[in-house]
């Protein structure tokens, strides 16, 4: 009976190692995927930033949608999360809503991104000078001042005319 031991236990070995293979295939697999989901959520935001980056583009919604994420997606990066912070505080200042206020914001909003694409592992690849170049055409700054302009005017002649008024009209009954 001593000699047929050592089978006995590679027939238990063996028994739970193809009955565990797939519970642990399942976990890895849970595990790879979690990842990955959280490195494209980070870098959704990353690519959101980058390409809302203009001074002009930096109040629409899918911008500070991205800011307000920032928190929530990079909780394992303290160095990226200090500088949203530090940025956020600088937001909220309106003691820096001036020339060289503006310059400092813009300043710590691109250390911030440097140092997202640093977490995200493009290294050298992506460095402050990439994140500061920026391009923004004069024809699109004219046509977006224009608009504002547009929708300033029109505001203005609704408030002073006190709106638009609409007369509902009811057609006259079809003869049967």
Same mark, same amino acid.
């Given at each position: ?12 070995? $063996?028994?739970? *190692? ?9 976990? &890895? ?32 919604? +899918?911008? &500070?949608?991205?800011? $307000? ?8 990066? @303290? /160095? &990226?999360?200090?500088?949203?912070? +530090? ?6 200042? +309106?003691?820096? $809503? ?13 250390? #911030?991104?440097?140092? #997202? ?19 923004? @055409?004069?024809?699109?700054? *004219?046509? /977006?001042?224009?608009?504002? +302009?547009? *929708? ?11 709106? &638009? ?12």
């Amino acid at each position: 009976m001593n000699a047929n031991y050592p089978e006995a236990t590679m027939l238990v070995v $063996n028994v739970l *190692a193809l009955a565990m293979s797939p519970l642990v295939a399942v976990l &890895v697999s849970m595990y790879l995927q979690s990842r990955r989901d959280k490195r494209s959520q980070k870098l959704s935001i990353f690519n959101t930033l980058m390409s809302t980056r203009a001074p002009a583009m930096t109040m629409t919604h +899918e911008h &500070v949608r991205a800011l $307000n994420m920032i928190d929530f997606s990079f909780p394992d990066c @303290p /160095s &990226v999360r200090q500088l949203w912070h +530090e940025y956020f505080d600088m937001l909220s200042n +309106e003691g820096l $809503n001036n020339p060289v206020g503006w310059g400092q914001r813009q300043k710590k909003k691109l250390e #911030m991104t440097a140092e #997202m694409a640093k977490v995200l592992d493009y290294g050298s690849a992506i460095t402050h000078l990439d994140v500061d170049r920026v391009y923004y @055409p004069v024809g699109l700054g *004219a046509q /977006s001042q224009r608009s504002d +302009e547009i *929708a300033a005017e029109v505001l203005r002649v609704l408030k002073a005319s006190g709106g &638009v008024q609409f007369t509902p009209h009811n057609p006259p009954a079809a003869a049967v």
